[in-house]
């Protein structure tokens, strides 16, 4: 398998936090999210090479949008909410090749 296609998808999920008192992707509740998809991805038995990967990313330089991750191949971003956002994006778009559009940024 070339390493172009090694994760079919990959999606990297802001936990950056700032010390600043601007806003960050930590304080908006980025770390649930991403452990709740990366479970929910291994429940579905999506993790692993030519499937889908969950990672976490430090600043991905979109706090004020935030919380937000991004899907590659295809570079799309997303904000949001709750576990049902996450769901949601994971089955339309990871699993269903869609795009969430009330969640894109």
């Known amino acids: 398998m070339s390493e172009a296609l090694y994760f079919q998808k990959h999606v990297f999920f802001c936990l950056n936090q700032r010390e600043d008192g601007r806003p960050c992707c ?3 509740g ?3 999210a991403q452990e709740h998809a990366k479970r929910r991805i291994k429940q579905l038995d999506m993790n692993g090479q030519g499937k889908i990967r969950i990672n976490k ?3 991905l330089d ?3 949008d935030g919380p937000v991750m991004v899907v590659y191949p295809q570079g799309t971003w997303y904000t ?3 576990q049902s ?3 949601e994006i ?3 778009d990871l ?3 869609g795009v969430v559009e009330r969640l894109k940024v």
């Open 26 to 28: 930590a304080d908006r």
């Open 30 to 32: 980025a770390q649930a």
């Open 57 to 59: 990313a430090g600043c």
């Open 62 to 64: 979109r706090c004020e």
């Open 80 to 82: 949001f909410v709750d």
């Open 85 to 87: 956002d996450i769901d």
């Open 90 to 92: 994971i089955d339309v």
């Open 95 to 97: 699993i269903g090749g």
